[in-house]
């Protein structure tokens, strides 16, 4: 059993910067695909970005101001993000996946309004 717990959410204003923490505990094997998910209300949960040793991915619309990096020692997954859009906003997930093996965070509010 993995459990991922996920700090760093909060309200920034257009332009402003976070970085969302995940803390994964619990039997960790590797290799594992790690990665953010978001959710805005009444839209479908999208892949924000992921790692895996040798991979990285991007969706487009944050690519050039997200960046997705880990901390192996402290098993730790981390999102920094700069330039914040009001399309930013939601509920972001911290996701581990191995193998059939999937779990959740349980989300932190990102929230950018003036």
């Known amino acids: 059993q993995v459990h991922l717990v996920e700090s760093g959410g909060g309200l920034v204003q257009p332009g402003g910067s976070l970085r969302l923490s995940c803390a994964a505990s619990?039997?960790?094997?590797?290799?594992?695909?790690m990665g953010w998910y978001r959710q805005a209300p009444g839209k479908q949960r999208e892949l924000v970005a992921s790692?895996?040793?040798?991979?990285?991915y991007y969706a487009d619309s944050v690519k050039g101001r997200f960046t997705i990096f880990r901390d192996n020692a402290k098993n730790t997954v981390y999102l920094q993000m700069d330039s914040l859009k009001s399309e930013d906003t939601g509920v972001y997930y911290c996701n581990l996946r191995r193998y059939a093996y999937d779990y959740w965070g349980q989300g932190t509010q990102v929230t950018v309004s003036s």
């Open positions: 619990g039997s960790i094997v590797s290799p594992n695909t």
């Open positions: 790692t895996t040793p040798g991979s990285t």
